[in-house]
């Protein structure tokens, strides 16, 4: 027999709920226990395959370069020279005049180098050897030669040095605004990921002035904070109604280390009025809805960075949120992963993940996350 069932959305103190009552089958532990299957055996085939990309990728290298992982008498422009993968890194060195500093005798310091598949990813002309070499763009030669310290640190640090789970460093890039010269490495399950997607392919390619990282994707820095990024998304024009409605969107304006869950328009549009689009939530004047969207958006905040690959099996995360139910499930994807709030029946999928913000990142959620 069918009940009702109530999906509040706990207004605050006050109890009072926005979501209106609607007649559905309750939810069943077995349906639970279904999904919660479905989302383990993603997250574990993610993993599974991402780790056999990478062993093959180290063996295949192992092969290709085993006469020049042999020798270890050169400095780290003499070794990526050398190894034909790094076309597109050797050429940048040279054109943004790098190539000096990084044969330094001494330097000890670590590269994360991009592959050429890596640097393909990239528009023109920052795309291939020949494409970097005939830059004559000074602004794109600085803006170049920027992102190639962001990958540099300052000392040698070996793949074992890095610590396990969510840990940073800061890079040999000048600073500009807050943490745009900050990576961040997420390290578990064998893997180790800088910035969230960027992924090391090959560990300890060891010079005699420091070490090379392979990974597969450019590193870029930050260059807006997490409002700027959600103001020039149309996609967030919901969210970004009820930070300015709730006096919350100061807080991602200025330093910070957040993880934003940012639900999309369509997941705004899954609620009733007037919290399904961005027109009737800049319209909300009872102070009781206010505050309760207020705690729902806190809910989907994080005082630190998560990216998707922190984001482990089903690990409980605090958020901002008031009292003891702001706790949210998490499960870890590669450029994706899974988020449930309390009174969410199902988890919500991220998708697109880690979008890097000089005051945190953001992972966008397709569900509005329900305390």
Same mark, same amino acid.
């Given at each position: 027999?069918?009940?009702?069932?109530?999906?509040?959305?706990?207004?605050?103190?006050?109890?009072?709920?926005?979501?209106?009552?609607?007649?559905?089958?309750?939810?069943?532990?077995?349906? @639970?226990?279904?999904?919660?299957?479905?989302?383990?055996?993603?997250?574990?085939?993610?993993?599974?395959?991402?780790?056999? =990309?990478?062993?093959?990728?180290?063996?295949?290298?192992?092969?290709?370069?085993?006469?020049?992982?042999?020798?270890?008498?050169?400095?780290?422009?003499?070794?990526?020279?050398?190894? +034909?993968?790094?076309?597109?890194? %050797?050429?940048? %060195? $040279?054109?943004? !005049?790098?190539?000096?500093?990084?044969?330094?005798?001494?330097?000890?310091?670590?590269?994360?180098? +991009?592959?050429?598949?890596?640097?393909?990813?990239? #528009?023109?002309?920052?795309? /291939?050897?020949? *494409?970097?070499?005939?830059?004559?763009?000074?602004?794109?030669?600085?803006?170049?030669?920027?992102?190639?310290?962001?990958?540099?640190?300052?000392?040698?640090?070996?793949?074992?040095?890095?610590?396990?789970?969510?840990?940073?460093?800061?890079?040999?890039? +000048?600073?500009?605004?807050? /943490?745009?010269?900050?990576?961040?490495?997420?390290?578990?399950?064998?893997?180790?990921? $800088?910035?969230?997607?960027?992924?090391?392919?090959?560990?300890?390619?060891?010079?005699?002035?420091?070490?090379?990282?392979?990974?597969?994707?450019?590193?870029?820095? +930050?260059?807006?904070?997490?409002?700027?990024?959600?103001? !020039?998304?149309?996609?967030?024009?919901?969210?970004?109604?009820?930070? %300015?409605?709730?006096?919350?969107?100061?807080?991602?304006? !200025?330093?910070?280390? @957040?993880?934003?869950?940012?639900?999309?328009?369509?997941?705004?549009?899954?609620?009733?009025? #007037?919290?399904? /689009?961005?027109?009737?939530?800049? *319209?909300?004047?009872? #102070?009781?809805?206010?505050?309760?969207?207020?705690?729902?958006? =806190?809910?989907?905040?994080?005082?630190?960075?998560?990216?998707?690959?922190?984001?482990?099996?089903?690990?409980?995360?605090?958020?901002?949120?008031?009292?003891?139910? *702001?706790?949210?499930?998490?499960?870890?994807?590669?450029?994706?992963? @899974?988020?449930?709030?309390?009174? *969410?029946?199902?988890?919500?999928?991220?998708?697109?993940?880690?979008?890097?913000?000089?005051?945190?990142?953001?992972? %966008?959620?397709?569900?509005?996350?329900?305390?």
């Amino acid at each position: 027999m069918k009940r009702v069932l109530f999906m509040p959305l706990m207004l605050g103190l006050m109890g009072i709920s926005i979501l209106s009552s609607c007649k559905k089958e309750p939810a069943s532990t077995t349906g @639970f226990d279904n999904e919660e299957s479905r989302v383990r055996t993603e997250a574990n085939q993610a993993v599974s395959e991402k780790t056999a =990309r990478a062993q093959a990728y180290e063996k295949e290298f192992d092969q290709l370069y085993q006469a020049e992982l042999g020798r270890t008498n050169r400095n780290l422009v003499e070794l990526a020279s050398s190894i +034909p993968t790094f076309k597109s890194l %050797v050429a940048a %060195v $040279v054109k943004t !005049g790098l190539a000096p500093v990084l044969a330094t005798p001494n330097l000890n310091a670590t590269v994360f180098a +991009p592959n050429d598949a890596a640097f393909a990813k990239l #528009p023109a002309p920052f795309n /291939n050897p020949a *494409n970097i070499s005939g830059i004559t763009d000074q602004a794109q030669i600085d803006g170049l030669r920027n992102i190639l310290l962001y990958h540099v640190l300052g000392s040698k640090v070996l793949r074992n040095q890095v610590a396990p789970g969510r840990s940073s460093a800061v890079t040999l890039k +000048p600073a500009g605004s807050s /943490n745009d010269n900050t990576i961040y490495f997420s390290n578990s399950l064998g893997l180790l990921l $800088v910035n969230g997607n960027s992924l090391v392919l090959r560990a300890n390619v060891l010079a005699n002035n420091g070490v090379i990282h392979v990974i597969d994707d450019v590193l870029l820095p +930050p260059t807006q904070n997490i409002a700027e990024i959600a103001i !020039g998304n149309p996609a967030f024009s919901s969210l970004v109604a009820a930070l %300015v409605k709730t006096n919350l969107a100061s807080v991602f304006t !200025g330093a910070g280390d @957040f993880t934003v869950f940012a639900p999309t328009d369509a997941a705004f549009a899954q609620l009733p009025a #007037p919290f399904n /689009n961005a027109a009737n939530i800049s *319209n909300i004047t009872d #102070p009781a809805q206010i505050s309760a969207l207020s705690n729902i958006l =806190r809910y989907h905040v994080t005082g630190s960075r998560y990216f998707a690959w922190d984001l482990g099996l089903f690990r409980s995360v605090t958020t901002l949120a008031d009292g003891s139910r *702001n706790k949210l499930t998490t499960v870890l994807g590669l450029n994706f992963g @899974f988020v449930k709030g309390n009174q *969410n029946p199902s988890f919500a999928r991220i998708n697109p993940a880690n979008i890097l913000a000089t005051n945190g990142v953001i992972q %966008v959620v397709d569900k509005v996350l329900l305390p």
